[in-house]
Structures are given as structure tokens and as C-alpha cells.
């Protein structure tokens, strides 16, 4: 295998930085030449210690003051002096000497722990025996996600990101909320998000662009039968371009929409996610006006959760700390909240991250979950007020004549009959 380069403009995630290496063996070659990596996630019953605010600042401020008090308790020489106050000690030449707790005594015979390097192997033979043996070994709650590492821009969504792992974190948390449900996820990348959500809704289906992308997600899915379950929903990994306003429904076409599941997607979709998808600004401006194109089919309402991190960057142009990205996202939002018309009105709030942390990861504060609700306006059928200028339609034209009035032309009944010679005077 050839040396991996890192260029300018090479991008890694953070996620793959923090996994230990004996989560990140490389299992194949993609389509396109890239390496796959093999990383596997456990989903937590309970929040980890390390995770939880209280029991952390518990245990911290325990611990704290039990060291504290061991040391305030005794001086150097072992004599006490009280309020928690150690003399400084001078050696000879006038410098502090820091006096250290005494390490715990090894236990006798104990070595280093050996450290044994990754060998990447070529022969499919034993990938397929280390495919079997991972198989045997895969537990209910452990996702296996396919991957690579350190790709450029354009592949960033074949890597797992940290707004993936946070967005999964909340549909594990409020399972009811998306139980039996159709969900439709936009720019899925890796399928990990939507492989979470199939495990409580009906139907996920997973879109994104790219045919090798879209293969990978596939495989994943895949690869992670066993967490979604056999009373799990199905995942469909189907094509959806942001730039395009149809889906492509082409037989002939891999990844292509049937004619049922289009009308299962317009009928039936409850959510939209998004997980870390709005790093580039014409990217957002796709992603928005493809949620309006959607929601404009909708007759129903429809909640869309997106996750999002707030990377900021030192730019020259402004010669500080800015985050572009994240702030044309809030103004698409604010723009999206303002639109009138179109048939729906939509709200946007945030998310409190205060939901539990399912899987493991450096869960930081710039990570944002945005729920956006999108109900349907009903239809003006009030007619409008009528001008007071125009005349009722009820009431008669002026001009016509009173139908009980007379006709002009017509004979006075009461004048005589000038043909009857009585009335003439002619007997």
C-alpha cells in the first residue's frame, strides 16, 4: 500500500482522531481508490460517568477534598499545621522543593503492557475469516460503520462526524417521538444517523449523491442488521440531488425511487434530519430550498431536526475568529422562519443539549441541534369585502324598470275603449 499524503487540502474528522487505532483497521478499497477503515460505536444504556455533570463534579469534589485534606493535614515532616496551610520548603541553594505524594508500590512482576502494531493485510481470505469472527462477535448495541479517513472536501461525507453521533444521541433519547414513523434524511454520508433511526421508525430512507457514497451507506446498513433488528424499520438508500427539484425515477438507474416509495415519501414523511451537512454555503442554500420544494408537497405538518457544529476558523479577511458557515445557516434559518406563502409556515427553535449521551465521544459545546416545524397554511376561502361603490348584485338595476309598474305603451285600463262606440259618443 502506498504512503498516505496529507494535502493542504486534505480534511480529517475529529472522531476518527480520538478512536483508539485498534478501532480503525482498514478492511478494503473503495470503487475510487480510497482506503476503508472499520470503526465500531457502542450505544450506552446509561450516560457515561465522565458525561454526566453531577456525578462528575461529585466525584471530583470528593476526590478534591480528600486529597486536599491529606495534604492540609500534614507538613513536610508529617506534623500537622493546620487550616490547610503547608510551609514552603528551601533546599541549600534557596530553591522551592515541591514535596510529591508518594506513587502506590508496583506490584511485583508486573511489566509494561506490550504495544502490538496494526498490520493491514491485502489477503481477502483472511478479511473474509476477520469478517466471520466479527459477525460472531457482534453484539446488539455495537455499530460497525465503514468509512475513510482523511479525504478532500468534496468526500468529507464518507467520514463519521461528531453532528452524526449527536443527532443519533437524540433520536436514541426520545425514541417514542419517531416510533413507527417514515423519516427522510438529507445528505446521510456514512448511513449511521439513519441506521440509529431505523431503529425505532418504519421506514428511513437514506439519501445523498454519489455513487460510490450511496454504496457505502449501503454496505452499512448492511453491515448493521443486528442493531436495527428484525422489528426494526427498513432503511432505503435512494438518490436525492439538492440541485435537482425531481427524484429520479429511473429503473435503469441504481439507488433510483419507485412510483410508491415517491408516494410514500410526499404521504407519509413525519421528520427530516440533517447531521453536519451545512459546511459550505451553496451546500445550505441547496439544502434550504430543497427542504421548502418538500415541505411544499406536504400536507401534513412536518419536523425537521438539523445538527450542526460551530467551527470557527481565523480568516484574513476579517483578521479574526470568525464562523462563516454557521452563521449564513442561521440566516437561512431566520430567512426560512420569515417567508409568506407558499402554503406553509414555518417555525424554527433550538434544542437543549441536555438529552443523554448514547455514544461515545468528545460531545462539545459548539454542537447545536435545530428543530424546524413546517405546517400547512389552510386556504383563504373568506370572500373579500365588497366595495361599498359597487352596487349589491341583489338589489335591482336602477335603470330597469319596476316590473309591478305599468308599461307606457300599455292602455289605461281605466280610459275607454276607443274602439267601443259607446265610448265614442256613437250610439
Known sequence: MERIVFQHDTVLSDVHVHLPIARNLMTR??????????????????????????????????HADTERGEESSHGQDGKEVGEGHVEPFLDQDGDLDITHRPRKNPVDGAVRDLVCPVILRYSSALLEEDSHHQEDVCLQDVLRIEHTMATPLEDVGKQVWRGALFLSDFILSKADMFRGTTVLELGAGTGLTSIVMATTARAVYCTDVGEDLLSLSRRNVSLNK???????????????????????????????????????????????????VCYDDDLTDGLF?????????FSHTCVIFISIEKRMNFTLQHMDVSCDAYNHFRRCLSQ??????????????????????????????????WKVTATPVPSE?????PDPSDPDPSDPDPS????????????????????????????
Open 29 to 62: 478499497l473503495s470503487s475510487v481508490g480510497q482506503p476503508v477503515f472499520m470503526s465500531t460505536f457502542k450505544i450506552l444504556e446509561q450516560r457515561h460517568d465522565s458525561n454526566d455533570p453531577e456525578k462528575s463534579l461529585s466525584n471530583d469534589g470528593n
Open 226 to 276: 443486528h442493531v436495527i433488528g428484525p422489528e426494526g424499520g427498513e432503511v432505503r438508500v435512494r438518490r436525492l440531488d439538492w440541485l435537482k427539484h425531481s427524484l429520479c425515477t429511473d429503473a435503469d438507474e441504481e439507488f433510483s425511487w419507485t412510483e410508491e416509495e415517491v408516494a410514500d415519501l410526499y404521504d407519509n414523511t413525519s421528520f427530516i434530519i440533517a447531521a453536519d
Open 289 to 297: 430550498r430543497t427542504l421548502y420544494h418538500l415541505c411544499s408537497n
Open 336 to 369: 426560512l422562519q420569515d417567508l409568506a406563502g407558499g402554503g406553509h409556515r414555518f417555525s424554527v427553535e433550538q434544542v437543549q443539549p441536555n438529552f443523554t449521551q448514547f455514544l461515545l465521544y468528545d460531545r462539545v459545546e459548539q454542537l447545536e441541534l
Open 381 to 385: 376561502t373568506t370572500p373579500s369585502d
Open 400 to 427: 330597469d324598470p319596476d316590473p309591478s309598474d305599468p308599461d307606457p305603451s300599455d292602455p289605461d285600463p281605466s280610459d275607454p275603449d276607443p274602439s267601443d262606440p259607446a265610448a265614442s259618443g256613437k250610439v
